[in-house]
């Protein structure tokens, strides 16, 4: 059967058809075919895995169930006091066209090579990097950006990555009550690899290695860098380098010798 000279898979319940679209592998740069409907997909010239991460679904239902203009600063405040309960020493709201994603930024996950490329699907090159962030820049309009305040030796240290897996836990949490607000689209980013944080005693990544599903879909969430977003830009942004911002915890204040770990959630 055929609607809008699209197949249609036989018992696939979709109100929208799936249909194809052309991409490049972020790899090699072999043009490649993703169906609108499929979650991941592999380059036929590197087996290079890519995610699909603009679907048919979010395009049918974007802005569908949204709250209405004169309820979005309540519903940031909102998520923002989530953030903060939830344990991050900073977080505040934005528009999501302050954020600036750079090539030259995604491409150092590459050269020189970063310890964790192409260990998960949500790190390079099985992601459509800037391309795909600025895609979703041109429809989002606001974003949240949290920080956990850490002292350095915590950052150079085993603990490290207990504060990665709040970090991560956190942006979800806000990207799920985000969407429960009606922002289905909403999506969030971490830092670090998801590999190293959730799943470093395991052999592999599931999806990768054996193209099954990943064993922390709650919490484990795509690293900023390898989709370019300029960190530093942000923190000018919030002018968090400066002290200055009003949903900073008070312990949080003036400590020394402190580095920070962030995420952001773009909600839309």
């Given at each position: 059967?055929k ?21 490049l ?122 920080k ?22 956190i ?8 969407v ?38 709650q ?40 580095g ?9």
């Open positions: 059967m609607l809008n000279n699209h197949p249609r898979c036989p018992g696939l319940d979709r109100v929208i058809d799936p249909f194809p679209k052309a991409y592998c972020p790899r090699c740069g072999n043009e490649i075919e993703i169906w609108s409907d499929e979650q991941i997909t592999k380059c036929s010239s590197c087996n290079t895995v890519i995610q699909n991460e603009s679907s048919q679904f979010d395009e049918g239902v974007k802005n569908s169930s949204s709250p209405n203009g004169n309820e979005i600063a309540r519903i940031l405040k909102e998520l923002v006091n989530l953030a903060l309960k939830l344990g991050a020493s900073g977080a505040t709201a934005i528009s999501a066209k302050d954020i600036s994603v750079e090539d030259d930024l995604a491409n150092l996950c590459r050269e020189p090579h970063c310890e964790n490329y192409g260990l998960s699907l949500s790190c390079p090159p099985h992601v459509r990097g800037p391309l795909i962030f600025r895609e979703w820049l041109r429809v989002m309009e606001h974003a949240v950006i949290i956990i305040d850490v002292p350095i030796e915590i950052l150079h240290s085993d603990e490290r990555r207990d504060i990665m897996r709040v970090l991560h836990e942006v979800a949490e806000i990207e799920s009550s985000a429960g607000y009606g922002y289905s689209n909403s999506k969030a980013f971490a830092g670090g690899s998801c590999k190293k944080i959730f799943c470093r005693d395991d052999p592999g990544c599931r999806v990768l290695i054996e193209g099954g599903e990943c064993r922390h879909p919490h484990a969430r795509p690293s900023m860098s390898g989709f370019g977003v300029n960190v530093s830009k942000l923190m000018r942004v919030t002018e968090w380098n400066m002290k200055r911002d009003v949903n900073v915890n008070k312990d949080d204040i003036n400590r020394a010798s402190t920070m770990v962030c995420g952001l959630v773009l909600i839309g």
